[in-house]
């Protein structure tokens, strides 16, 4: 079932939205080698309180932390942990999801710590980049199915590829609502786009080969290859005029 959001169910996520966003920026700001992933859980929840939000993802199915903490080869889901030490070089995906009176905003980045090898920089520029090649396909009256060709197709014209195990979706109430967002398909496919849907589109992409696989702790889900990957998100309401990003902050590139 599709959920079509009302103004003031908008205005309630954007408060979220507004909390992940300024996590963001104050990771970018600190993230440096000799830190670790529970680090970062903990600016997170920091910033959430102040938002006065709470992490959606904390006990979602389980999961034991606040955000999702993935480094280099884990593609995502990775858990937060006093002992994972971040090093230069490292690229580090944060996924977080702030929920505001019951209603969520959903979005992730890759940072990198301190300086990046070329290939490493690569893969977050082209995986940032198609985020933004699938937002050019969010108009009304377009289909789901044109985001996921675009992602796909701007993806694999890199030399990368994108998971098939795990995809975009729509939000809420819900972390996960319909429709689901693949990072691949066929355009003029799926759902049509209307006004006042929230979409969550988030390539994830994968250096070598597509596939993955969950480590025993029943969470991270890295690349079988051991290659890097890149995860870059963001929820976007559509709107009659086109789109608003909701989980981004004031300047971010």
């Known amino acids: 079932m599709v959920y079509i959001k009302s103004k003031r169910e908008i205005a309630l996520m954007k408060v979220a939205g507004q909390a992940v966003a300024d996590a963001f920026k104050t990771i970018k700001e600190v ?3 000799g830190m670790t992933t529970m680090d970062i859980d903990q600016i997170v929840i920091n910033t959430f309180i102040k938002h006065g ?5 904390k006990g979602y199915y389980g999961y034991p932390a606040n955000v999702c903490v993935s480094v280099n080869e884990e593609l995502v889901h990775g858990i937060p942990s006093n002992k994972r030490i971040l090093k230069e070089g490292d690229i580090v995906s944060v996924d977080l999801v702030a929920s505001y009176q019951g209603y969520m905003a959903d979005a992730c980045r890759t940072f990198a710590v301190g300086k990046l090898s070329d290939r490493a920089e690569r893969l977050v520029k082209v995986t940032k980049d198609a985020f933004f090649e699938g937002l050019k396909q969010v108009k009304v009256g377009n289909y789901i199915g044109d985001i996921s060709h675009a992602i796909q197709s701007y993806v694999e014209n890199h030399g990368y590829n994108v998971t098939r195990d795990y995809t975009g979706h ?4 819900h972390m996960h609502e319909d429709p689901t967002i693949p990072n691949y398909g066929k355009a003029g496919t799926g759902m049509k786009i209307e006004e006042g849907m929230s979409l969550c589109i988030e390539p994830m992409v994968l250096e070598g080969k597509k596939d993955i696989r969950v480590l025993p702790d029943g969470w991270t889900a890295v690349s079988k290859d051991h290659k890097l990957t890149a995860h870059y998100e963001n929820t976007v309401i559509v709107t009659s005029e086109g789109i608003e990003i909701i989980t981004m902050y004031e300047g971010e590139e």
Request: charged share 15%; hydrophobic share 35%; proline share 8%.
């Open 31 to 33: 993230i440096k080698p």
């Open 170 to 173: 729509s939000i809420g109430t």
């Open 53 to 57: 939000c709470i992490s959606a993802e």
